[in-house]
């Protein structure tokens, strides 16, 4: 069928991607911290240029889907790992496979942001900024005083659907498709962990979804394969909620 890279692929939502697009037929390079073809640390420059290096090597420069998904949640401690992991390993490994997916089949790439990314008004703030100039050692100093992994994730997240919709033109210039998908609460090691955290505790349990329950792995995985797919061949540059109506009921008014 083809190949395809995944981050994060060892666990969660980037294990049940990783599992769809394999039952597909395709060739897929997982990258993670363990139980992935490429083991990388994706939390620092070093590690990232690793990846994209050894990603390029395994694929032999022509790379036909990508999945960012790698990420870390609201209860990590320092602030800064989660707005590294969550930005900046997320669009360094798009821009360094993106040569790459230009020689693919029917490219398409997907970065796993969050639908919480909407959920507080970080539009303007410095962190923001700082990560969306690719400014990694200012947000850091910035998040680190606030001491917020909390508003650490939901910056993260926001400045990645941005740094998604920023890139519709060369991306598309390009021919290769590239959208965000923002879920909402999936049980999966990362909520459970945030669910365990005195910090999130309540947070987590009052969540109450409209559809009626919380996502699986596989609901995600579902979504993104169609997205990576022919059928969603004028679709690029969006960023699309899948959480159970969990955005739309507390946004009602925002789209
Ligand atoms: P998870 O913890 O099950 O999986 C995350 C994976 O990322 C793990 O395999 C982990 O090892 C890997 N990872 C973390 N730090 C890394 C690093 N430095 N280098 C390489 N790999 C690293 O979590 P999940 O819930 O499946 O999350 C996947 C993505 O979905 C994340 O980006 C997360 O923010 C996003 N997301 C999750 C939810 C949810 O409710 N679970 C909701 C919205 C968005």
Same mark, same amino acid.
């Not at 032999?60 to 949640?73: E, H, K, Q, S, Y």
């Given at each position: 069928?083809?190949? +395809?890279?995944?981050?994060? *692929?060892? *666990? &969660?939502?980037?294990?049940?991607?990783?599992?769809?697009?394999?039952?597909?037929?395709?060739?897929?390079?997982?990258?993670?911290?363990? /139980?992935?073809?490429?083991?990388?640390?994706?939390?620092?420059?070093?590690?990232?240029?690793?990846?994209?290096? #050894? +990603?390029? !090597?395994?694929?032999?420069?022509?790379?036909?889907?990508?999945?960012?998904?790698? &990420?870390?949640? *609201?209860?990590? %401690?320092?602030?800064?790992?989660? +707005?590294?992991?969550?930005?900046?390993?997320?669009? #360094?490994?798009? =821009?360094?496979?993106?040569?790459?997916?230009?020689?693919?089949?029917?490219? +398409?790439?997907?970065?796993?942001? *969050?639908?919480?990314?909407?959920?507080?008004?970080?539009?303007?703030?410095?962190?923001?900024?700082?990560?969306? =100039?690719?400014?990694?050692? !200012?947000?850091? %100093?910035?998040?680190?005083?606030?001491?917020?992994?909390?508003?650490?994730?939901? /910056?993260?997240?926001?400045?990645?659907?941005?740094?998604?919709? %920023?890139?519709?033109?060369?991306?598309?210039?390009?021919?290769?498709?590239?959208?965000?998908?923002?879920?909402?609460?999936?049980?999966?090691?990362?909520?459970?962990?945030?669910? =365990?955290?005195?910090?999130?505790?309540?947070?987590?349990?009052?969540?109450?979804?409209?559809? /009626?329950?919380?996502?699986?792995?596989? =609901?995600?995985?579902?979504?993104?394969?169609?997205?990576? /797919?022919?059928?969603?061949?004028?679709?690029? &540059?969006?960023?699309?909620?899948?959480?159970?109506?969990?955005?739309?009921?507390?946004?009602?008014?925002?789209?």
């Amino acid at each position: 069928m083809g190949n +395809a890279v995944v981050t994060g *692929s060892g *666990s &969660g939502i980037g294990a049940a991607i990783r599992e769809r697009l394999e039952s597909e037929g395709f060739e897929v390079i997982g990258i993670d911290l363990k /139980g992935a073809e490429l083991i990388a640390d994706l939390s620092g420059p070093e590690g990232r240029a690793d990846a994209v290096r #050894e +990603a390029l !090597e395994r694929c032999g420069g022509r790379l036909d889907r990508l999945v960012t998904c790698a &990420g870390l949640g *609201s209860n990590v %401690r320092p602030a800064s790992l989660v +707005a590294s992991v969550n930005y900046f390993g997320s669009v #360094e490994v798009l =821009d360094g496979l993106f040569p790459a997916l230009q020689k693919g089949q029917d490219p +398409a790439a997907v970065a796993i942001v *969050s639908n919480s990314a909407q959920m507080a008004p970080l539009d303007d703030t410095p962190f923001v900024a700082a990560m969306l =100039d690719g400014n990694e050692p !200012e947000a850091r %100093r910035i998040i680190d005083e606030m001491d917020s992994p909390i508003v650490a994730y939901l /910056g993260s997240k926001h400045a990645l659907g941005r740094a998604v919709r %920023r890139r519709v033109r060369s991306w598309g210039d390009a021919r290769v498709r590239l959208n965000g998908v923002a879920p909402g609460p999936v049980w999966t090691p990362l909520l459970e962990a945030t669910r =365990d955290d005195p910090a999130t505790r309540k947070e987590i349990e009052n969540i109450d979804i409209p559809i /009626g329950r919380f996502g699986q792995p596989e =609901d995600i995985a579902a979504f993104v394969s169609f997205l990576l /797919g022919p059928e969603a061949t004028w679709m690029h &540059g969006s960023v699309l909620f899948l959480d159970g109506g969990n955005d739309a009921e507390i946004r009602p008014d925002r789209y």
